[in-house]
């Protein structure tokens, strides 16, 4: 009985997360109008899915900066390569958090909609 007890709990806790394609969108709008609401009260977001559209001001190897304040790290399988600074986009990504000091937000397994 524990032996099976074990097994079950380990492959519950192993098992692989959801893709963020599959996963429900809790806001969608533009970057400015999201930010506003992060600012109300960040940790209703924490964890959320968001699909945003904004202006990329800076990039890196990792990912984009939308209106210089919301970071989005792409997934490993995401090619950024032909995104431009300046340029518009649409995202869907999990908010991670929010940094007061920095007022910055941070999205996680962002993909390109």
Same mark, same amino acid.
């Given at each position: ?17 959801? /893709? $963020?394609? %599959? *996963? ?6 533009? +970057? ?8 109300? #009260? ?12 904004? /202006? $990329?001001? %800076? *990039? ?6 939308? +209106? ?8 490993? #399988? ?9 340029s518009e986009i649409t995202l869907k990504g999990r908010v991670i958090g ?16």
């Amino acid at each position: 009985m524990g032996i099976l007890t074990a097994a079950a709990v380990y492959l519950y806790a192993m098992r692989p997360p959801a /893709k $963020i394609e %599959s *996963k429900a969108v809790d806001f969608s709008g533009t +970057s400015d109008s999201f930010m506003a609401k992060v600012k109300e #009260d960040a940790t209703v977001w924490e964890n959320k899915v968001v699909s945003l559209m904004g /202006k $990329i001001t %800076s *990039k890196d190897d990792k990912g984009i900066t939308l +209106s210089n304040q919301i970071y989005c790290q792409f997934r490993d #399988d995401v090619d950024s390569s032909l995104l431009n600074v300046g340029s518009e986009i649409t995202l869907k990504g999990r908010v991670i958090g929010y940094d007061d000091l920095l007022e910055e937000l941070k999205l996680d397994q962002c993909i390109i909609q």
